[in-house]
């Protein structure tokens, strides 16, 4: 555990130290779980975004991109159900008097059991060496397998109580796991209570006619709102999806976790517009096709695994969670959730205008049925900064910090060091930028040894460094080096482009989902 703060710890200095994140407002002591994208951080966000765009949109003919407004017309909210059920259960601890969502404490709690049965994995790996059969050592080993049932029943007592909002039995579970808080130690709690996670504003000047208004806590509803408006002018015939990236409002109550859990964060989320009845099928279709498109990254297929909800939210019939090995452990990073014709439904009561759709195949109107992808682009910010940061000891001893970014999502895709201040070499090494800057960001850095450039730009995440030598002056040539193997090569200025480009073009790796 200890080892895992540690490692988060760094996770948090270096995206500072790097200009990754910073805290937001940092010389008034900063703002709780608000965060700010710094120089790097808002090259690697875009490039994020710009990813899942393009798999989700650019690559689909059946997928439009839209970008609606953050406020919304308040009885949206209350047609979605936001207003009477997006509430987290709360509890405090008298003693430490700190606030905690209840929920969490007891899935923190399975998740030290989880913690056992790794261990216990670890160790037979090492006894068993190559012969190791993990998923057989999982099912029969007994010690194992009564941690897994212990989990699997907290679980679902909590999602049982949870979904019936039976908030007395949260409590007794809390009780009966004798879970304390981590800072008092005490089990002095408080009971159960229900927070609405929605910050309120309002729309107007003067007091009396102002209107009530919330910030969005999802980017979905802006979808919903239009469905019919896409549909028609776009000429769209289901099955097809409406995209959408943009800001959400929460106001968490337990925001301790970096960029994990924030109170204004960003969401990129897509509705698939199907046929009533299909919705198992697109539901499994769409788990897969997201999940291909996290593995086309490299980040580890060991790192991702699905989780199936225990707890349905208000609008869903099947729902599962794209968890990712944080540096806290497994936690959702995306979700994906047949939500049934629910908030369409909603929104044509509330507003009494008509959703529906005319098939042209079945010969009727219906509402269309909804399976949407979700997924926070902070998370997944964090999942590739956090997997990408290693400490790596080298041959001769020494160790050196290396952000090893997918190089599709990397600021700076090459950086281009002249190898002493004169002789020419800084010049050719412009040249080099202005030829490279129309595709790529590309950095120039004379300052130190190379060696250390080189270090720098390990540590900053950047794919590519070129050096410029008194050689390129003669022969146009130069040298590359690879980040990741360290290797250096020669190579001709010329291809320079190519070469950068197949690495780091968004076709490549699109291809490869
Ligand atoms: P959690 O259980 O962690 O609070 P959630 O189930 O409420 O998340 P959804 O409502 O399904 O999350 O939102 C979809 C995605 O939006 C999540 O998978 C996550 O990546 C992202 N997300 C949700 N809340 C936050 C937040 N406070 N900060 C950053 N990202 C968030």
């Known amino acids: 555990m200890a080892n895992q703060e540690d490692q988060f710890k760094k996770v948090i200095s270096h995206a500072k130290e790097y200009g990754y994140v910073f805290q937001s407002s940092e010389i008034y002591d900063g703002l709780s779980a608000v965060y700010d994208y710094a120089q790097n951080g808002a090259e690697l966000k875009k490039n994020i975004r710009e990813y899942w765009w393009k798999a989700m949109v650019q690559m689909n003919d059946n997928i439009v991109g839209i970008d609606t407004a953050i406020f919304m017309h ?57 012969s190791f ?7 029969t080993n007994q010690r194992v397998v009564d941690y897994q049932e212990k989990i699997n029943t907290i679980l679902k007592r909590l999602g049982k109580s949870l979904e019936n909002e039976d908030l007395v039995d949260v409590r007794n579970l809390i009780d009966e796991l004798d879970i304390v808080c981590p800072i008092s130690g005490s089990k002095n709690w408080t009971d159960v ?22 910030l969005r806590p999802e980017t979905a509803q802006g979808i919903f709102v239009n469905f019919l408006n896409v549909q028609k002018t776009g000429r769209m015939k289901i099955p097809f999806g409406i995209a959408q990236v943009g800001k959400a409002f929460r106001n968490e109550i337990v925001a301790r976790q970096f960029i994990f859990r924030q109170r204004e964060f960003e969401q990129m989320e897509m509705q698939f517009f199907i046929q009533p009845g299909t919705q198992q099928e697109w539901y499994e279709k769409w788990k897969e096709n997201r999940m291909k498109w996290h593995l086309s990254l490299g980040l580890g297929q060991e790192n991702y695994r699905f989780h199936d909800h225990e707890k349905l939210a208000h609008y869903a019939d099947a729902a599962a969670d794209i968890e990712f090995k944080f540096p806290f452990g497994f936690k959702e990073l995306e979700g994906i959730h047949s939500r049934t014709n629910f908030d369409l439904s909603q929104h044509e009561k509330f507003s009494g205008k008509k959703l529906q759709y005319f098939d042209n195949d079945l010969k ?35 160790t050196r910090t290396v952000l090893k970014l997918p190089a599709v999502l990397a600021p700076t895709k090459a950086a281009v060091f002249p190898l002493v201040k004169k002789d020419g070499l800084p010049e050719l090494a412009h040249e080099i930028i202005n030829e490279l800057k129309w595709e790529f960001n590309v950095f120039y850095d004379e300052k130190d040894a190379v060696g250390k450039r080189y270090r720098r730009q390990d540590a900053n995440g950047t794919p590519f460094c070129i050096t410029v030598d008194h050689q390129s002056l003669e022969d146009k040539t130069v040298t590359i080096r690879h980040r990741d193997t360290m290797e250096q090569e020669r190579v001709a200025i010329s291809d320079l482009k190519t070469m950068i480009n197949k690495a780091v073009a968004m076709k490549e790796w699109l291809m490869k989902i």
Do not use: C
């Open 133 to 139: 059969d993990k998923d057989q050592f999982l099912a």
């Open 193 to 214: 209570k229900q927070f609405n996670l929605m910050f309120g504003t309002k729309l107007g000047a003067s007091a009396d006619s102002a209107m009530d208004l919330y």
């Open 364 to 398: 009727e109107s219906y509402v269309p049925y909804v399976v949407e992808t979700s997924i926070g682009l902070d998370r997944m910010f964090l999942a590739v900064f956090s997997n990408s940061l290693e400490e790596e000891e080298l041959e001769n001893g020494t």
């Open 74 to 130: 308040p009885t949206v909210w209350k047609a979605s159900g936001h207003v009477d059920a997006f509430n987290d259960p709360l509890i405090d601890n008298k003693d430490s008097k700190k606030r905690y969502r209840a929920d969490v404490l007891v899935e923190d709690y399975t998740a030290k059991i989880e913690a056992k049965i790794d261990k216990e994995v670890a160790k037979a790996a090492k006894r068993f060496g190559d």
